[in-house]
């Protein structure tokens, strides 16, 4: 999810996947996303995905047959 906001006081808000994001701030005039002085993106990533408790999920799978 990325947030943008300027002087205007309506924000902005809606979801960039992480290989766009560095396109989009050098196309607004952000330079893209760069490491700052920790090493690091000031943008981190998202994983993107759900995560289950794997021995609760296999149980529940069990029972009803993976439907």
């Known amino acids: 999810m990325l947030v943008w906001s300027e002087a205007d006081p309506m924000v902005t808000s809606g979801n960039v996947e992480y290989n766009q994001l560095a396109g989009l701030m050098k196309d607004a005039g952000y330079g893209g996303d760069e490491a700052d002085e920790s090493g690091f993106s000031p ?10 408790s794997i021995p609760e999920y296999a149980k529940t799978l069990e029972k009803c047959g993976g439907m």
């Open 43 to 52: 943008f981190p990533g998202n994983l993107n995905i759900l995560i289950f």
